[in-house]
């Protein structure tokens, strides 16, 4: 490996595969894909945009589930390998560490991040039915105790640091509007205890083509001695609709305001079958990315078409290599 992984660790049981030969691309997707169907749940209506993280021996999950109602959902789910998931019938009833905080409205598009000594989930929450990012912590996937949110709506894609930077919790985060949403830079706020957040600062905003409506982080940053290895996706507004795909960025390990690269392109775009048709066409949208200490390999987790989940692979020396010879800061 070139590049190193900081506080990273060790994978072994995650069911790599090596890039296929005739594969030109940065990223490659698993054989089989998609991991998980729409019907996985006799209840679910489809299930996509899901973060997962290694837990125990095996790995643990917060699923965004849309029932048949198309009520938006979030459910735990455990898996001994990454593949097969068994995804909880019921969805999260989350503890409310305050009696403040309001009901459940609806949770989406969930982000996990361990940090310290338990796992943090961060999703788009409703306060009103107005969107925002909401905040729970769980130690075993089971009882999920929920805080305060971070933000005033309207909020989307709130993805915490896996650590503390220069003494304050970090998160980025995606102000938004009550609808579709057509435009979307990215921010950084930060926060003493993960309750306050200020000292706000901007971050990239759209740039080219592929990404020209809206951008948004994705998984959880990825600490290498090249800086913060970030995915994010990235909107285009096509005749039809729109278009997500996504790339990756570097930032500033103790200012990541700061952008040190950016891919020009996408590295992965809606081209399968499963990316393409499903309730939203069109979309491959990054929840979760898991990166092996060891050998630098990363699996990334995705939801296709808002309907399926997927994953696909690639190293942390591809992806640094190819930002170092396709940047466009
Ligand atoms: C975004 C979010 C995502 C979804 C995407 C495409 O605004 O709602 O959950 O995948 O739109 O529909």
Known sequence: MKVQVINGTAIPHMPWQDK??????????????????????????????????????????????????????????????????????????????????????????????????????????????????????????????????????FNRNGVLFPRKIGGHYMMLSRPSDNGHTPFGDIYISQSPDLVFWGKHRYVMSPKMCWESTKIGAGPIPIETDRGWLIFYHGVLTSCNGFVYSFSAALLDLDEPWKTLKRGREYLLSPQQPYECVGDVPNVVFPCASLVDADTGRIAIYYGCADTCTSLCFTTVDDVIDWLDSHSQV
């Open 20 to 153: 296929p030969a005739d594969c030109k691309d940065v990223i490659w997707r698993y054989s089989q894909n998609p991991i998980i169907a729409r019907d996985h749940l006799a209840m679910s209506n489809s299930i996509f945009n899901s973060a997962v993280v290694p837990f125990a021996d095996g790995f643990a999950g917060v699923f965004r589930v849309d029932d048949k109602a198309r009520n938006m959902e979030l459910h735990a789910g455990f898996s001994k390998d990454g593949l097969h998931w068994d995804i909880c019938e019921e969805r999260i009833d989350f503890c409310k560490t305050n009696p403040d905080i309001q009901d459940f409205q609806y949770g989406y598009d969930p982000r996990v991040c361990f940090i310290e000594d338990r796992y943090y989930v961060t999703w788009c929450n409703a306060i009103d039915w107005k969107p925002t990012i909401g905040c729970a912590y769980t130690f075993d996937f089971k009882t999920f105790y929920q805080f305060e949110n971070a933000f005033l709506p």
